[in-house]
């Protein structure tokens, strides 16, 4: 059901109102704190070599291999991913997957790299891979429930940020 609502909210235009919709019912199914991880193999990564990659080129961009982006924050937690052993996600019946690929036609017209939505896009890149747990400021017990979600990140944890505490992931990061 969860996967049929992502599903559901990549296609949906923003102005409709439908992802308010779907998101509360996601909400009331995932209750408040949600296991869930849509893409299985999520469960290929390898902490060890995702480390190395993000020390590495943190402040060595693989520009040749992954291009750069003017915000590139889930480019990078992509590339880190993928690194990492999460192999790319694609298929017939998936319009964006999970992927980057290099432009092959030979025209400077096109970028050189072609970047799905859920590789650079925080929301997207959040809401494909799952959320294993949640902190949120505005509930009561807000010291409580932060020394929960700060205990379970450890080495290898990716972390989002909703700016705005509005079910929209604004940014992504990768403990090393």
Same mark, same amino acid.
């Given at each position: 059901m969860l996967?049929?609502?992502?599903?559901?909210?990549?296609?949906?235009?923003?102005?409709t109102g439908g992802m308010e919709k779907i998101e509360e019912y996601k909400n009331q199914?995932?209750?408040?704190?949600?296991?869930?991880?849509?893409?299985?193999?999520?469960?290929?990564?390898?902490?060890?070599?995702?480390?190395?990659f993000a020390v590495n080129r943190a402040t060595s961009p693989d520009i040749l291999n992954y291009g750069k982006l003017s915000q590139d924050c889930t480019n990078? !937690?992509?590339q880190i991913k993928h690194e990492?052993? =999460?192999? *790319?996600?694609k298929t017939a019946t998936d319009s964006d997957g999970w992927n980057l690929k290099m432009?092959?036609?030979g025209t400077s017209v096109l970028p050189k790299y072609i970047y799905? !939505?859920?590789?650079?896009?925080?929301?997207?890149? =959040?809401? *494909?891979?799952?959320v294993k747990s949640k902190y949120s400021a505005s509930t009561l017990g807000r010291y409580q429930a932060f020394v929960k979600f700060a205990a379970a990140i450890k080495?290898?944890?990716?972390?989002?940020?909703?700016?705005?505490?509005d079910g929209s992931w604004?940014?992504?990061?990768?403990v090393t």
């Open positions: 996967q049929k609502l992502d599903e559901l909210s990549i296609v949906l235009p923003y102005n199914i995932e209750g408040p704190q949600m296991q869930l991880f849509s893409y299985s193999g999520n469960s290929s990564f390898n902490v060890s070599k995702g480390v190395t990078f !937690t992509s990492g052993g =999460v192999p *790319f996600y432009n092959t036609t799905s !939505t859920r590789w650079v896009n925080a929301d997207k890149f =959040v809401k *494909f891979f799952g080495k290898g944890s990716f972390i989002a940020y909703d700016k705005e505490a604004n940014h992504n990061g990768f």
